[in-house]
Every structure is written in structure tokens, then in C-alpha cells.
């Protein structure tokens, strides 16, 4: 296995500043060793070796048991582009367990959703909290190293803050998953990272299990800006996609040298050194290997179509353009290269490079190429993003205004199933169907109005916020006393 | 769509060359008027405007009573409002943000006197875009000065975007920020205090300098302490951007002491004193969508403030620092009722509230015989994130509803094939 060999480095040794890969034949018992140490040795006795290298980062989360609450009288969009009316949802074990009319009410707490609409929790693929916390402050802000232009070997999760007063805030607005980028200064940014929105003292704790790596890139103004800036390349984006390519040149040569390594005999292996390890190409690889999905700022149309070219002269896959202003002029690619875009509604004019706004744009992706377009709604914004549901209602309002024929029960696709989709976690996120994490909000008023509000908002099962209850949610340590001793924030 | 709207719509988009941008006298029927008065919302009430004013407001305007030509929008029951007003934006001095040189909005070396008037660029892509959206008047100010606590003068300008637009009241009010800053707040009051009684002097000194007598005016231009005299002598706002709850509490003792009106921008911890307020009669210009504790002098944000400021009896304005979507103050208004506004007032903070507090209730802000006619016909609730502005009116000139980001989208959706 091509990361065989880095798995192990955990337990490296130094030798003549190369280092050494251990015996093969201790490895299986370092591999046991390292399942003890981190107590799941049952869960993951299959463990793989590919895993292994992101081991020490693993998720901690796991929400109690919860127990059976059964959703009733609701109206609901699934987020599989389905509208239910009058239906129940009941969910166990932190887990949706059937959706439909007459489910079996017995031994479940029961909650009356009086006809309100239910939906699953919103998602929004485009964050800094955490990495760009509130209050703003120099000491705070971690969430670009603009040191180098290619910088992957960092990971936005070591930099979140767990304390955050806008995690509270987007859980107000029914966001109970959430993607955590660095910022867009370098070509390439580093590691992002799904957390869920729970309160927790690690970041460990708030990770979404099993949520795959991504990568930022960035595209156009922002690398060249910060660079160009300081006389260096980038400058152009001509500049920028010489950068890229020799980051990915360089990724082939190292992904190369660990496969020719892990191809070796075991006698072959005893003889020579293992590839050093490499933080940044190690991301890289994992992007060459389809396992880490790349998050890519991106908002003009022909950068887009450039960047598809870069991806396919090295053979790896994006699998969205974030802040894509310019998605609608090449709506038809995208869909035709199964590209999400994640867009805002509205925000235009701030850089040129997203002078060339339309109201539309959301929509014009999701109906491209007979409505194959791939569509996503997110937010970059602390403030947005306690609002995400109003900014697809603006998105759906403009495209149906425009004579394009799109529902409610598509457009919340755009914060649910669309997002989860890009982040790869649609298998446990995104939709209401038995099987998934029992992420639900239950809407004081139909989602796509300005006056809605959430007014429950259950995360794996468990009733996270509730409206009508201030005790209900856990405020973070930030919130705690700090405009006066005896009160908290709000 | 129903048959009428859109016989009305393609009558308009017919006649679109002869119609628009001209003054004319136009009977708006059956309109659900959200007055911004104390009238309240008229339902089934005809507006007439005449010579690019509102000249009756009643039920059952009888056409042929009014005069040949007059042009008849039948409205079917929508919500007409008062064109909206963004209060304190920079709409006309921006085009983009990061380029430099699209950039009006700062100087390197004016300060209070700083008046932008001369800046605002009418045929600006961000005009007509706001102006679709319900935006009829924009309160222009400076988003910062040389480096001292002031930022300079505002200025209004309604948003037909004609070439030749001046300003319809300028040097209206000065803007100045308090706090938050790296010099000491304690500096800025004596920094503020410093230019007053600067300004107390060179009022003093008035007739030695028109002899030709010497007046050090110190740091300050005499263009800059005129301004500063304009805000006592004749009582123009001075617009304090601050957050902190107890720099608002000082500010309000220096504005009684040297007797000017202030009105608070930002302001997101004002809910904390929201009984001073009314008590004192300052109004605040808040973005009730703006919840985040961004610093240590906004730890107390929150989403309800609009409604806890308004409960008590304060006089709030809706604005959103976004030049480029000034317009989402209707969104921020919708938000705040969401969050326990009445509707009426949120509805007044977007339009009336912003006219009287910068003295301009005269002639825009509301729907009443004798004002400009600035109006908006509505496909639905103005507050809702989902409803557009069918018909803008300008000084009773229908305007074009067409917008640069529009022919974009009529482009691409033919590319696409969406069309």
C-alpha cells in the first residue's frame, strides 16, 4: 500500500536524516499497539492502512444513545428534492428510523409539529468559524497561512477554536454540519475539516466522523494579490496555474516514489530507506488517490474551465468551486464534469473578480444540462450563516422570477443534500430517510420565508436547540459572563 | 403571474422608450398603501402623482377626473411603499471595493470638512442594481477621513441616475467613529472635545478673519471647523459610529453639553440603553441582521435588538454597510421582525424614520399628498426575502427596472439553453 510506509512514522526512526522504515514484520504489531492506545480496537480491527495516517486526528465524537421521538404532523422537505405532507418522522439511537404516515408512536417521546415544515439540518460547505472566530482579534485569527503560496501540509483543524460564539448562532439558524476551510490567500491552502455542531472541548470532539479530508485551492484574485504583493509569484494568474502545476508535478514524483517503495520485496524493503514523510505531499497524494475531496475558490468562468484542464492533466478530481460568481457562464461544464458550485445569493462587487453577480446563478447551475447541475448555497459569513435557508429562498426566488421551473422541495438540496454531497458525507447527512444521522429542524414557518425561524433543531437524535427553552442550548465558554458576570450572552 | 400584471407589464415594457425616465402623471389603482404615517397601511387606495409629486391619496380616484395622458398602473391589490432610503452607504462612490482607484469613499488628507458630494457617480452599476431592488434615495457619506476621528459630510442623492444628478441636501450631517480604534478612546473624546472648542474659537474669531486677521486654526482646515459650527449652529446630525454601550452613554452627555443632536450607527450594544435613547430622543442606525460580537466593544449584539430599541420607544434605522446590496436593509427589516419588530415600524425604519432623522420628511420618506413621488409597487410583503420590486418611481418617472447583472443572466441563460 502506497501509505504503508507512512503509516508507520508515527514510530519513525532518524536515520542519517532520512528515515527509516521499520520492518514490516513489527508492523502489524505497531498497527495493534496504536489500537490499543486509542481504545477501538474492536471498531476498527479492519483498520486501513490509508486510515491510519490520519489516525492520531480522528474524530472522538459520539453522541449518547438517544431515544425515540417521533416528529409528527409535519410537512417535509427530504432534501431529496421530495415534499412530504402530514407525515411523521421517528428517530432512535441518534438515527432517522422511518419516515412516512401512521409510523408507530409507542414508547417515543412524542413532538407535535402542529403542519410546520421539517427539514434535515442545513449544512453550509463554506466556513471560518473557528478559524476566524468572533470576537475578532489578531490572536484569534487562524485561519490563513500566508506565509507560502502552496501551503497543504496545514489543516484548518488545528487551528479551530471549540469556544466560538458563532457556532451557537448558525445552530440558531438550523446549520448542525458545517466545513471548515483556511483561507484563499494560497494557490494551495491546506487541509479543511466537517465538524457537526456540537459543543465540545476538542476539536476531536466536534469532527464529523468520517467525514473525508478536503483541500483548499484558490483560484484569481486573492494569491496573486497577496504574493504579487510582496514581489513575488504568483502575480498573474498566469503565475497562479504555473503554481499549481508544479505542486502536482511534484505530488506525481513523490506518489510515484511510494508506490515504486511499497512494490518492493519485503528483503528489498529491508535494504533501503522509506520516502521521507512529507506533510504537504502527503495531502497532495491523497488528492491524486481520490481520497481527499478539493474545495476549490473559484470565481471566474474560465478559471473554472482552467482549472478542469489542470485537474485533468493530472488526473485528479475537484469537486467544488466555491464563491463561484461566474458558475452560470459555464453551468453546462460543470454539470457535464459532475462539479458542484457552491455560490451566495447575492454578494457581488467587492473584488472584480465577482463584478459579474446575477441573482440567478444558483438556479441556472442546479437546471443545467437537464437539470444535472450540482447547486449549493453557502454563506463564508458568520451572519449568513445563521440565515442560510433565507439565502436559497433569494436564489430560488431568482431563478424562478427568470422562467426557471425549480421547487422548494429542490431548492433546500442547495443546504442539504448538495453539501453533503460535495463533502462526501451524503451517506449519513443531507436528507430525511432512515439510516441517516438523525439531524432535523423543525421551521416556525415555511424556510423560504424571511419570518421563518428554527424552532427545534435536533442533532443525532438529540433536541439541540429548542426556541421556546433558552436553557436548551449549550452556550460556549465564551458566551459565559462575559457582559456581565451572573448573565450570558444570548 | 396574474393576466392584468402581465398586460401590464408587456403595455410597459412597450411603451418602455416613451415611458420611462420622463415625469408624468400617473394614477396607481387599488394599491395596499404602507403609508409610513400615522395613517397606517390603506388598503384598495388609489395614489395620483402629478408633476412628479404625490398629489392624492384616496379611495376610488375616479379616472376621468384626472387629466388625458395620465398613465394608469392597475396594482390588484400590491403593496406600494415609499421608495426606501439607505441611510449612511457609500452607493456612488464604490465600484469595487478592492480597486483603489473605483474608490471615492476615503481621502488621505480632509477631515469633518470633508464633503463628498462632488464623488457621487451617478452612473454607477451599483445604482440602477439598488434602484430595482426599491432603493430611491441614498444618504452618501464617507467611509473614513485622514486619520483623525472624523470622516466628513454627507450628502443625498436620489437614485434615477441621470447624468447630471446633484445632490437634493448637501452637507447634511457629519460622520465620525468613537472607539474601537488603536489610540485610547479617552483620546478620541479629547480629540473631539479639542475640535470643538477649536471651533467655538473660530466662531469667535469670525470677523478678525474676514479683516484679514490671523486665526491658527491648529490641525483643523477652517473648511473643517465650519462643519464642526454647522452642527451646533444649525443643528446637523453628527453621525457616531460606535458599539460600545458606555461610549454611547458619554457621547450623549458631550452632545448635551455642546448642544448637537446625535444619531448612533452600528450601535450594536444601544439595547442595553435603549431607555436613554428614548428619553433623549437619539436615533440609531443599526443592521439588525449584524448579531456577531465582532470585538470587544460589541460583545452585546443581538438579533432582537431592533425590537427591544423600538418597544421602548427609540427611533430605529435600517441600513446595511454594503454599498454594492444596500438594498438588503428590506432583508435585515424582515429579520428584525422575525425577531419580534412590528411590522409597521420596520417598515418606517426603512423609509420615514431615515427621512426625519436627517431632515429630508419634508419631501421623501412616505406616501402623503405633497411629497416627491419616490414609490414602490411590490410583488408581495417588501420585508420577504422572495418578493421583488415590480415598479420603481422616481419623481414620477417610472424607471427602467433593467440592470447590468440582468442582461448577464438574459445572456447566459440563452448560452446555457435555459432560455
Known sequence: MTFGSICIHLFHLEHKGEIMILNPKYSSLITALVLILFGTISAQSQINEKELINYAYESTYKPEESGKVIITNANILTGNGDSILDASILMHKNKIVAVGKDLDQSDAMVIDAEGKWVTPGIIDIHSHMGVYPAPSLRSNSDGNEATSPTTPHVWAEHSVWTQDPQYTLALKGGITSFHVLVGSANLIGGRGVTLKNIRSRTVQGMKFPNAPYTLKMACGENPKRVYGGRKSEPSTRMGNVAGYRNAWIEAQAYQRRLTEYAEKSDEAKEMSYSPSRDLGLETLVGVLEGDILVQMHCYRGEEMAVMLDVAKEFDYKITTFHHAIEAYKVADILAQNSVCAAMWADWWGFKNEAFDMVWENTAIVDQAEEKTGCAIVHSDSAVDIQRLNQQAAKALAAGQKSGLDIDKGRAIQWITLNPAIALGIDDQVGSIEPGKMADIVIWSHDPFSVYSKAEKVFIDGHLKFDIDDPASFKRTDFDIGIIDPEGDRL | ?419
Open chain 2, 1 to 419: 403571474m396574474s393576466l392584468t400584471r402581465s398586460i401590464l407589464l408587456s403595455l410597459i415594457g412597450l411603451l418602455s422608450f416613451s415611458i420611462f425616465a420622463k415625469t408624468q402623471d400617473i394614477l396607481i389603482k387599488n394599491a395596499t398603501v404602507i403609508t409610513s404615517t400615522e395613517l397606517g397601511v390603506l388598503e384598495e387606495t388609489d395614489v395620483l402623482i402629478q408633476n412628479g409629486a404625490i398629489s392624492l391619496v384616496s379611495e376610488n380616484i375616479d379616472i376621468d377626473t384626472v387629466i388625458t395622458g395620465t398613465t394608469v398602473i392597475e396594482a390588484n391589490g400590491r403593496v406600494l411603499t415609499a421608495g426606501l432610503l439607505a441611510p449612511v452607504t457609500n452607493l456612488g462612490l464604490i465600484e469595487i471595493e478592492l480597486e483603489a482607484e473605483t474608490r471615492d469613499d476615503r481621502t488621505d488628507h480632509f477631515s469633518a470638512g470633508f464633503s463628498i458630494s462632488s464623488a457621487f457617480n451617478p452612473s454607477s452599476t451599483l445604482i440602477p442594481y439598488n434602484r430595482a431592488s426599491g432603493i430611491t434615495s441614498a444618504i452618501v457619506f464617507p467611509s473614513s477621513g485622514r486619520g483623525d476621528i472624523f470622516s466628513g459630510l454627507g450628502s443625498v442623492f436620489k437614485t434615477h441616475g441621470d447624468i447630471d444628478t446633484q445632490s437634493i441636501s448637501t452637507d447634511i450631517a457629519m460622520i465620525m467613529q468613537m472607539g474601537g480604534n488603536t489610540d485610547s478612546r479617552a483620546s478620541n473624546f479629547l480629540e473631539l472635545e479639542d475640535a470643538f472648542l477649536k471651533a467655538k474659537q473660530f466662531k469667535k474669531s469670525r470677523n478678525i478673519i474676514q479683516r484679514g486677521g490671523f486665526f491658527d486654526s491648529g490641525e483643523y482646515s477652517e473648511r473643517d471647523l465650519e462643519a464642526l459650527l454647522n452642527l451646533t449652529e444649525e443643528r446637523k446630525p453628527l453621525i457616531v459610529k460606535t458599539n460600545r454601550a458606555s461610549d454611547m452613554l458619554r457621547m450623549i452627555e458631550f452632545a448635551k453639553v455642546h448642544e448637537i443632536n446625535i444619531i448612533f450607527h452600528g450601535a450594536k450594544e444601544a439595547w442595553r440603553i435603549a431607555d436613554r435613547l428614548a428619553e433623549e430622543k437619539i436615533p440609531v442606525i443599526i443592521d439588525p441582521m449584524d448579531n456577531i460580537p465582532s470585538s470587544f466593544d460589541s460583545i452585546g449584539a443581538r438579533i432582537d435588538g431592533a425590537s427591544i430599541l423600538t418597544e421602548s420607544g427609540v427611533t430605529v434605522l435600517i441600513g446595511i454597510t454594503d454599498a454594492h446590496n444596500s438594498f438588503l436593509s428590506r432583508q435585515g427589516a424582515g429579520n428584525a421582525v422575525a425577531n419580534g419588530m412590528d411590522q409597521y415600524e420596520a417598515m418606517k425604519a426603512l423609509t420615514i424614520n431615515i427621512a426625519k432623522a436627517f431632515g429630508l420628511a419634508d419631501s421623501i420618506g412616505s406616501i402623503e399628498v405633497g411629497k416627491n413621488a419616490d414609490l414602490v409597487l411590490w410583488d408581495g410583503d417588501p420585508l420577504e426575502v422572495m418578493t421583488f420590486a415590480d415598479i420603481v418611481i422616481i419623481d414620477g418617472r417610472i424607471m427602467s427596472g433593467m440592470t447590468r447583472s440582468k442582461r448577464l443572466r438574459d445572456r447566459y441563460l440563452r448560452v446555457i439553453g435555459l432560455d
